[in-house]
């Protein structure tokens, strides 16, 4: 048996620690910063609004580590990487290896506004700070940096419990990154309408405190946010500090190869911690890939890490909204738009060189799997282009007649051309009111 060490516990080292035990031959340990195994972080929303308890969401309990024999070392950091000795050392002492696997994750991004360093002055990443937004209720207020994915998981669950939430985004837009700006303007209008409230192109200036706790925001215009809670959504870092320090080599995440394999041949890394062909990653599709790919190559197999376009799922009340693709501006792009305001939906397809680039569905988002499919796939949509926005039920058959399906369709329905915005990812929304 060969001795493996893993440092972190995320979703990335939990799927790599199910391909290890079920090959078999490796002794595992396994550190953990926070006090607990892996868990799915991607349902911590769920939780915070009060759909989930914890327990919903544990992926490896304590029976499944005895179960497979696995070392666990929960809440212990890791002090430091010797790659010459071959041995991980933690707050409790030194453990040899034959192989190491960094999955270190992420560091939240915290804005050093004056002030950041104030009780009550949080990120969104993992439990702790979970537990932080649970603890509020009706009548206290909380303020969010960001309008991204991750602000507007934690915006939309502390509203569900009553809070007084208050969105700042610097942006024009909410999800500039994933939605154009007609289907932002209709996302926000959606969450003011349930009582949350979104500033936009709105710059933070300082955090105001009493007493050691956070007790305001405000903006450069002078505004003055009132909260209990600010909570700072605004990106997130891959963590480098170990893999640096032992000299192993980095970019902005740890650089590894097309076999998860870092600049030194006995220690691997996977998951929001690593750089691959320039190319960082935040989602779970990806990292649960990078987790095979490590367990093949550690067995001696040549298995090879390909990159490819992922979707993401975010829970926001009673919205349903998918987003895939390129909006970036460009020639030689046409961009096809359906709208229908008495029924909440807007739909809008980017095409270029006879193949669909991009596509952004507000209120139904029926057809986005075969959009995003098609976007996936390169596949040449010129034969159907007339009938496209309407999905694949109109596929196959007969053309038809754009104007004439907008015609049958609810009132001030329309449909036309315009010029391409920015996005670059994919991503669906879907939850229940």
């Known amino acids: 048996m060969k001795n493996i060490t893993i440092i972190g516990a995320g979703m990335a080292a939990g799927r790599l620690v199910e391909h290890l035990?079920?090959?078999?031959?490796?002794?595992?340990?396994?550190?953990?910063?926070?006090?607990?195994?892996?868990?799915?972080?991607?349902?911590?929303?769920?939780?915070?609004?009060?759909?989930?308890?914890?327990?919903?969401?544990?992926?490896?309990?304590?029976?499944?580590?005895?179960?497979?024999?696995v070392t666990c070392r929960f809440g212990e950091q890791v002090t430091g990487i010797d790659v010459a000795a071959k041995t991980v050392t933690g707050e409790r002492g030194k453990v040899p290896h034959d192989k190491l696997v960094i999955a270190t994750g992420s560091t939240p991004f915290i804005i050093p506004l004056p002030g950041h360093d104030l009780s009550g002055v949080i990120a969104y990443r993992d439990l702790e700070d979970t537990e932080q937004m649970m603890a509020l209720g009706a009548g206290d207020r909380a303020v969010v940096i960001g309008g991204g994915l991750l602000g507007l998981e934690a915006a939309a669950g502390m509203l569900a419990r009553g809070v007084d939430v208050t969105v700042v985004h610097l942006m024009g837009h909410l999800m500039e990154r994933q939605l154009d700006e007609a289907a932002g303007y209709l996302l926000r209008k959606e969450l003011v309408g349930r009582g949350l409230k979104v500033l936009c192109s709105a710059a933070s200036k300082e955090i105001l405190g009493a007493d050691g706790h956070v007790t305001a925001l405000r903006l450069e215009d002078g505004t003055e946010l009132p909260c209990d809670l600010l909570v700072m959504a605004v990106g997130i870092r891959p963590a480098t500090a170990l893999a640096t320090e032992a000299g192993i080599a980095t970019g902005r995440g740890i650089t590894v190869d097309d076999h998860m394999v870092t600049s030194d041949p006995d220690v691997l890394a996977i998951g929001e911690c690593i750089e691959h062909d320039g190319q960082l990653f935040g989602l779970v599709a990806p990292l649960y890939d990078q987790a095979k790919i490590a367990a093949a190559t550690l067995a001696g197999n040549r298995a090879t890490f390909h990159q490819r376009e992922t979707a993401t799922k975010l829970k926001v009340t009673g919205i349903d909204l998918f987003s895939a693709g390129d909006f970036a501006e460009g020639d030689g792009r046409e961009n096809i738009l359906f709208r229908d305001p008495a029924r909440g939906v807007y739909k809008r397809l980017v095409l270029k060189d006879g193949k669909l680039i991009g596509a952004v569905l507000y209120g139904d988002t029926g057809d986005g799997g075969w959009f995003h499919k098609l976007i996936k796939d390169g596949a040449d949509i010129s034969e159907m282009r007339d009938t496209l926005i309407f999905g694949p039920t109109f596929q196959g058959g007969p053309a038809l007649d754009p104007m004439a399906a907008v015609a049958a369709s609810p009132a001030d329905a329309d449909i036309c051309g315009c010029n391409g915005m920015t996005s670059s990812t994919s991503t669906t929304f879907k939850a229940a009111a």
């Open 21 to 69: 035990t079920e090959a078999g031959g490796w002794n595992i340990t396994l550190f953990n910063a926070e006090p607990r195994g892996t868990y799915n972080r991607i349902m911590l929303s769920p939780v915070l609004a009060g759909e989930k308890n914890y327990d919903d969401i544990v992926t490896h309990d304590a029976a499944f580590y005895e179960t497979h024999g």
